[in-house]
């Protein structure tokens, strides 16, 4: 007799709900986009309300669309984008809006902290950069620009944790996510008053939630729950993950020998290492959701998040295509960016609509347009722009490890052979996609499972769960023509970066 799995994910674009057999297959989903509110540049906020709302739609659908009892489904578990700010108030209603990981208006905190040696100080203990778009990063903007805010807060969440506690009740802070905020000191596991000291936050301590690992127990499906979401009261509500380690597990990645590419909204790009990466040369260093392994990360908000809000802005004449001929819009996208190939267009794009890999106040741009270029070769240009803007990434990463035999690609671009291709060919190695739509709910549905007691560990369950898909070789003509348009963007990104300290930001 099959055993079922819900699994929510809550990413920059969409939430979804899937549910899964204990072999990894989708029985039925749901998805819900929930608006971005941005009342300046730099701020991307959503409405915490409409974001449980969405949440408990999605899953009510997903639950009926199953077509199974509500209490045949064993577990659920959650996952979300990391970094971003959720303030729960002392009220029982939301704090302020949530927001995003994209957000960038503390960049003046990361900034100060860089230059004071504060960062260089708490980093024996944080093992990672402070970002912009962190909670501690955010807290002190709140600190200084909106105390009161933070007056009226009861607890400090991360987005899935915020899900979770709206399906049970019960606060709790789940280790990946919040290994990866700066609230966390890596060497002890523990929340650290002295390290939040450190970043002038040290009166938030007391509304950190308590620490639970992944695969705990972390409360039930609550009878108000139940009634929005179709879910049985009492259904064991697992810790969750952070959605990078999520799709790390649902991708097998479950040892050292594979990278993990993750071209979503944000570019992730990660590995599973015993030792964290303490020479400053990486992003980030978190708690993994295997015990005893850190996740060596390098990560930006330069991904396929650009490819969709070019999609928007540019192609409604190709979004018309597309419905006329009945095809899916991506797939169709995906067709006409490979009808350039690799040497048919020169154009740099910097994929920065929403930050940029180290500089928070850079800009998108393409170089090197021309009267002639067409959309087509455009759109190459915003294939190959971001898969540039991962290879930073990768490169960091690389200078720390032996190359792997593999890596394992998800997100947006995975869905797409042409873009899945040009990633193995500038990466120069062996990139596999997996045989499942909705990476993200998939880890959770594996978490769920161990939480459930069907499998022993998440080893296990991603061996059961997981099926390798498409397997993309690099071109060796295509990997000579990638590597001098890598130096083009490498050349074009450094040449830009002494201007953005002075450019304008346009304010509501």
């Known amino acids: 007799m099959s055993e079922y799995f819900l699994g929510v994910d809550n990413g920059g674009t969409l939430i979804k709900a899937v549910v899964f057999d204990e072999r990894g297959n989708a029985i039925a989903g749901a998805s819900r986009k929930v608006p971005v509110i941005t009342p300046q540049s730099g701020y991307f906020e959503r409405d915490m309300d409409v974001l449980w709302k969405a949440n408990y739609e999605a899953i009510a659908e997903a639950v009926k669309s199953s077509a199974l009892p509500s209490k045949k489904i064993r577990g659920v578990a959650c996952a979300g984008h990391g970094k971003g700010l959720y303030l729960w108030g002392r009220d029982g209603k939301p704090a302020y809006n949530g927001i995003m990981s994209t957000d960038s208006r503390a960049w003046e905190y990361a900034e100060r902290w860089a230059q004071d040696g504060t960062a260089d100080r708490v980093f024996e203990k944080n093992y990672q950069r402070v970002l912009a778009s962190q909670p501690v990063s955010l807290l002190r903007w709140f600190k200084d620009i909106k105390p009161e805010v933070l007056e ?48 002038g936050l040290r009166d938030v301590f ?155 106040k850079a800009k998108a741009c393409f170089i090197g347009l021309e009267a002639s270029h067409t959309r087509k070769q455009i759109l190459r240009a915003v294939f190959e722009g971001i898969v540039f803007c991962h290879m930073v990434h990768v490169e960091k990463l690389l200078s720390n490890r032996e190359d792997p035999n593999i890596i394992r690609l998800a997100g947006g671009a995975a869905k797409s052979a042409v873009w899945a291709q040009i990633f193995a060919d500038v990466f120069n190695c062996p990139v596999e996609t997996v045989y499942a739509t909705e990476l993200g709910a998939l880890g959770c549905a594996m978490v769920a499972s161990v939480t459930a007691g069907i499998y022993p560990n998440l080893r296990d369950a991603a061996a059961k769960m997981t099926k390798v898909g498409a397997r993309y070789e690099p071109n060796p003509n295509s990997v000579e023509i990638y590597r001098k348009k890598y130096k083009m963007y490498l050349a074009a990104s450094a040449a830009l970066e002494k201007y953005w300290s002075d450019f304008p930001t346009v304010t509501a």
């Open 206 to 360: 007391g509304k950190l939630p308590p620490l639970k690992y992944s695969t705990d127990l972390c409360g039930c499906v609550s009878a108000e729950a139940a009634a929005v979401t179709g879910l049985e009261p009492g259904t064991p509500v697992a810790g969750g993950m952070f959605d990078i380690d999520a799709c790390a597990l649902a991708l097998d990645v479950v040892d050292e020998q594979k990278l993990c590419v993750i071209a979503g909204t944000w570019s992730i790009n990660e590995f599973l290492s015993r030792k964290p990466v303490l020479n400053h040369s990486v992003m980030m260093n978190s708690l993994s959701f295997l015990p005893g392994y850190y996740l060596v990360e390098e990560c930006s908000p330069t991904s396929a998040g650009n490819n969709e809000w070019f999609i928007n802005l540019f192609l409604d004449t190709e979004k018309e295509e597309a419905r006329v001929k009945g095809i899916d819009l991506y797939e169709y996208v995906s067709r006409l960016a490979s009808e350039t190939p690799p040497d048919g267009q020169t154009i740099v794009f910097l994929p920065y609509i929403y930050g940029a890999n180290y500089n928070p």
């Open 152 to 199: 009226r807060t009861k607890w400090i969440f991360e987005a899935k944790d915020y899900i979770r506690f709206r399906l049970t009740g019960e606060p709790y802070a789940e280790i990946t996510d919040y290994s990866g905020a700066n609230l966390l000191n890596l060497r002890d596991c523990r929340f650290d008053a002295d390290l939040l000291s450190e970043f």
